[in-house]
């Protein structure tokens, strides 16, 4: 009965975010697609010559254009509002995925691996800001995670159908099912905080109200943004955003949520993830690489799950601190392996890899980004995702180093991640937006939360109910 009273206050701000988050499959999609470059190199049928060179571009092409759509991304949200931002992106990234299915020309399929790669990364930098400002605290956290476990279920059903179809089928399966997303987009209210900033209070109003449950006062939390934005001069263009950075409250949440992502780049997820096939190929792996993605896909998807359902009970905090370290030592023992070149080991870094995925799944992977949109303060929150997400770091070391030496260095940014979350990240569940605006504030050091409540968790508006004959005080 509890569950069932929970779920009747806030199924429409789960609905909404559920359709949010699925334009997010793209992302995975386009990162999973890169096994398809192996199978195109195999493919018979095709009429050009795959190269090693141009099969290391089509991998790569998408983080290197993703860098100057999601530095962009702040500018089109701030003009035109991220729902709306959503439903203009997601058309041309249907087309590019029937693109590059529909072509056998070699310039056709990189320009569709342009737009779905610059696309599919903008995506994740649009998507979570606005899941922050479409829910309220006490399941923002939970809601947080989608982005991230519809990102590892992009991946997943891409390894699954690479391993029983052709290259061709797969990639016209992901351009088709964006259809559906893209429709499903046009019904989700615009972010109430934009519209505010921009003016239009009744257009607010009535996207609360479609988001919130009637027995929430939509009036307390709409003068409540109101009263932030009008606080903090938060009715800011592009241009009036740069000049805010220079305020403290501003530019350190920017600055720790930015080195966070850093050195989760550098810790090597992408290379591990985009590059599966050719790591397991490398690291003396005796089952087949497509078999191990799958797996790997299957971890990730799964402990991304059980990440959303402990975060809002553990904290972000002690989930990124213990899930970098986990991912660091796994990394490390891999690297060791490699060191030996003992070829009659290959589970051992099979086994260490799914750990780090299993580790990354419940931390690493998930938390920066449900940082990204909690801890961004709403005067510079636009121009603050586009400058975080557009610092993608393509580690491509394996070359240049080694694979070995790669895997010992991408274990070594793990472990300073962990140790810049020890030091700099205060914890963030259960606190409004409008709370989390002050946290870096009062003080030349950091100020982190350390009166959460008596269990961590500080009500948002509307998670105080009335007393109905339905039961609903027993959510408290």
């Not at 999609?29 to 470059?37: D, I, L, M």
């Not at 990354?360 to 449900?370: K, Q, R, S, Y």
């Amino acid at each position: 009965m509890a569950f069932k009273a929970w779920l009747v206050y806030r199924w429409r701000q789960i609905c909404a975010s559920c359709v949010v988050v699925c334009a997010v499959l793209c992302t995975g999609n386009v990162v999973g697609w890169s096994v398809e470059v192996s199978r195109i190199m195999e493919d018979p049928t095709t009429n050009f010559n795959l190269t090693q060179d141009d099969q290391q571009w089509l991998v790569s092409c998408a983080g290197v254009v993703a860098i100057f759509t999601t530095a962009g991304s702040g500018v089109l949200v701030e003009a035109i509002g991220p729902c709306r931002l959503l439903s203009f992106v997601l058309l041309p990234a249907t087309v590019g995925w029937v693109l590059m299915a529909a072509s056998n020309s070699l310039p056709w399929i990189y320009v569709g691996r342009i737009i779905t790669g610059g696309v599919g990364f903008m995506l994740t930098t649009v998507v979570q800001p606005l899941l922050a400002e479409m829910c309220t605290a006490d399941v923002r956290g939970l809601l947080s995670t989608l982005p991230e476990m519809m990102v590892s279920v992009g991946m997943l059903l891409v390894y699954v159908l690479a391993r029983f179809l052709d290259w061709e089928s797969t990639t016209l399966i992901c351009g088709i099912l964006l259809f559906p997303v893209t429709v499903g987009v046009l019904f989700i209210p615009e972010s109430p905080y934009w519209l505010l900033k921009k003016g239009k209070e009744k257009m607010a109003l009535r996207a609360l109200m479609k988001l919130r449950a009637p027995e929430h006062d939509v009036d307390a939390e709409l003068s409540t943004i109101r009263d932030a934005i009008n606080q903090q001069n938060q009715h800011a263009s592009i241009v009036q955003q740069f000049k805010a950075l220079k305020e403290p409250c501003n530019y350190r949440p920017v600055l720790l949520v930015t080195a966070i992502f850093i050195l989760r780049e550098l810790g090597g997820a992408m290379v591990i993830f985009m590059y599966a096939v050719f790591f397991f190929e490398n690291a003396g792996v005796t089952l087949d690489p497509f078999t191990c993605s799958v797996l790997l896909g299957v971890c990730r998807l799964v402990f991304t799950l059980i990440s959303a359902t402990i975060i809002d009970k553990l904290g972000r905090r002690p989930l990124l601190i213990t899930s970098s370290i986990i991912c660091g030592i796994a990394l490390f023992v891999t690297g060791g392996v490699l060191y030996t070149q003992d070829q009659g080991v290959g589970w051992v870094p099979l086994t260490a890899v799914m750990v780090y995925v299993a580790s990354f799944g419940l931390g690493a992977g998930p938390v920066p980004w449900i940082l990204l949109g909690e801890l961004l303060p709403t005067p510079v929150r636009s121009l603050g995702a586009s400058i975080v997400t557009s610092i993608f770091v393509f580690p491509d070391l394996t070359v240049a180093i080694g694979l070995e030496n790669a895997i010992m260095v991408f274990g070594s940014f793990e472990i300073l991640l962990a140790l810049l979350a020890f030091l700099f990240l205060p914890e963030t569940r259960g606190r409004t937006l409008e709370d989390l605006q002050h946290a870096f504030v009062g003080s030349p050091v950091l100020t982190p939360f350390s009166h959460a409540g008596r269990d961590g968790y500080t009500p948002a508006y509307g998670s105080t109910f009335p007393s109905t004959s339905q039961g609903l005080e027993k959510v408290r």
